[in-house]
């Protein structure tokens, strides 16, 4: 009796130690309130028209391949529409010869403002995943599918995707991590080439990218709308973890 009530405990203080590594401080009462509905907005004026980028400067064809190379030849890329739109382009960030490699969708308006990666609310969650798990947020690679801010944070379209793929397919070449881990749909659809695939059906299995284990789970921003689907990331997670023979803890 006295080990199952100890193991209950040590169970719970696990579990609180998973919430506060993903930034649960406090809980309902009476359980997780579900958001509000969202209210009917009213018409907005049309934005204003972004200011157009500035021109990137031309790219030394001789320069050997290189994150920055990559970066600097993202930073003049017109293959798509979405450069219409961009105050900076998003091509990741992290170390050069990283283990782990997180891939988001695309960048929102505060990685369009900053040309970071994860940097907003989305962002703040995803560093606190990073280190639940034992890392710094240096220590890993964030990159996005596609490297502009599809307008109204809309999901980027095919065609655009297919624009963009080639840049996050030469950084993974670059970084040949040990690990993928995709968040969300679009990335996983991206990498695995089929427009069908759920997250839900897959997450937390073992796919494969080019002989690289490809661990799909949840975007932070649903885990925002949804928290009780943290539990669930976090398995996720700890699967990375395993692939990676390590165990979860503060970097
Ligand atoms: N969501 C993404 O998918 N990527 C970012 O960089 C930020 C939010």
Redesign the pocket.
């Known amino acids: 009796m006295d080990d199952d009530r100890s193991q209950l405990a040590n169970a719970l203080r696990q579990h609180l130690l998973l919430e506060r590594g993903f930034g649960v401080e406090a809980y309902p009462r009476g359980g997780v309130v579900p958001a509000p509905a969202p209210l009917p907005s009213a018409p907005r004026p049309a934005p204003a028209a972004p200011a157009a980028a500035p021109a990137a400067p031309p790219i030394d064809p001789t320069m050997p391949e290189s994150l920055d190379r990559i970066a600097a030849e993202i930073a003049a890329c017109r293959a798509c529409g979405l450069c219409a739109g961009r105050t900076n382009t ?1 091509p990741g960030e992290g170390a050069a010869q990283a283990e782990l490699v997180f891939i ?5 308006a ?2 369009d403002a900053q040309g970071r ?4 609310r ?2 703040e969650l995803l560093t606190k995943m990073i280190e639940a798990m034992g890392f710094a947020r240096n220590q890993v690679f ?1 990159a ?1 599918v596609v490297k502009c801010r599809p307008p109204g944070n809309r999901a980027p379209e095919p065609a655009e995707m297919a624009a963009c793929i080639g840049y996050l397919h030469r950084q993974l070449a670059l970084i040949k991590p040990k690990v993928i881990c995709t ?2 749909n ?2 996983l659809r991206a990498m695995t080439g089929d427009p069908k695939k759920g997250i839900t059906s897959v997450r937390g299995q073992i796919l494969d990218w080019n002989g690289i284990p490809l661990v799909p789970t949840f ?3 649903y885990l925002l709308r949804n928290p009780p689907a943290k539990k669930p990331c976090w398995e996720d997670l700890k699967v990375v973890l395993k692939v990676l023979e390590r165990t979860a803890g503060r970097p």
């Open positions: 998003v988001g969708e695309g960048p929102g505060d990685e990666p994860f940097v907003g989305s962002g964030i996005n968040l969300g679009t990335p975007h932070p921003a």
